[in-house]
């Protein structure tokens, strides 16, 4: 809910559900056309109803689904890093790969094509992960790389670098007098932690953010888990960077069934690039939008999810 023209832009661009726009200045007209869903003249006309459960099915309890599916086809599975093979943590070099889970994932990888699609830079996933024989995707999908014997390589943005190393600069001065924020550097991106960040001075990381993207236009924003992405503005995510991927592998097929398994909107993208030919799982524990058609919980149902997948396969 938000009076200003350009903060409603700004819930709509973030994937928001409904943007409320509230008319205090006679621009009911302004705020509709700049993609408010519903206009209101005062926050006492707007009802909020808590919703606890979500429409989606578990990806659980739809094995048998699932099972019919993959029968006939042959299976590739993608999966996001952070908040779903490892739970969200206060900072990222804190999010370790267990042993089961690393297990699991190498396990599913002898009888199907596995990738990992992360926000991380391409060389810290593929360490955190540590399996040579799978492909990764760093920067959400701006630097790919394929396994040993299968060599593939592929980036995106380069001529940015630049303005992504000229933000880091500038951010690294704003951020400096901010309690708990954390910049963090990656190839293609530039990752602005704020979960350390008292929630009264979390209004001033974002508007160190946006001033360095005033400043850099040549670069975007997007937004995750108390983290704010500054990506090269062209056109290509984690959606692209799959698509990229089959065809690579030669696995663009309508006997391939593609998975994709994530827990952020930067995941959106993937789900989408998938919704007609494979399966999209969140995973959420409260429901939110999302072009995904299953759901799981957390990493651990993650984790029974990707046994009972490499069950499926022969």
Not at 63 to 91: C, N, W
């Amino acid at each position: 809910m938000e009076a200003a023209i350009a903060a409603v832009q700004a819930e709509k661009k973030g994937n928001f559900r409904c943007a409320i726009g509230v008319d205090r200045k006679g621009h009911a007209k302004d705020l509709k056309e700049n993609r408010a869903h519903v206009v209101a003249s005062s926050l006492s006309e707007v009802d909020i109803i808590a919703s606890t459960e979500t429409s989606l099915p578990s990806a659980l309890e739809a094995m048998e689904e699932i099972r019919e599916e993959v029968r006939q086809k042959e299976a590739a599975v993608f999966l996001d890093y952070d908040g779903t093979l490892t739970p969200i943590v206060d900072s990222p070099d804190q999010a370790v790969l267990s042993d089961h889970m690393r297990d699991r994932v190498i396990k599913l990888a002898e009888v199907c094509t596995v990738a990992v699609i992360s926000g991380r830079d391409l060389k810290d996933v593929q360490k955190m992960v540590g399996i040579d024989h799978i492909f990764y995707a760093g920067s959400h999908g701006f630097d790919i790389a394929g396994p040993r014997g299968r060599e593939a390589e592929f980036q995106q943005g380069k001529d940015l670098l630049p303005a992504l190393d000229e933000a880091e600069e500038k951010l690294t001065e704003k951020l400096d007098k901010i309690e708990g924020a954390l910049l963090e550097r990656k190839k293609f991106s530039i990752a602005v932690h704020y979960r350390r960040v008292k929630e009264e001075e979390a209004d001033r990381v974002e508007e160190a953010v946006d001033q360095v993207l005033w400043e850099l236009p040549r670069l975007r924003k997007s937004y995750g888990k108390k983290v704010y992405e500054l990506q090269p503005k062209i056109d290509w995510h984690k959606g692209k960077a799959l698509l990229w991927v089959l065809d690579a592998l030669n696995l663009n097929r309508p006997d391939v069934l593609p998975f994709y398994i994530g827990d952020d909107t930067t995941d959106e993208d993937a789900f989408k690039a998938i919704k007609d030919r494979g399966i999209g799982i969140v995973v959420m524990e409260k429901p939110r939008p999302t072009e995904a058609r299953f759901f799981l919980k957390n990493p651990e149902e993650v984790g029974k999810f990707l046994k009972a997948l490499n069950s499926l396969k022969p």
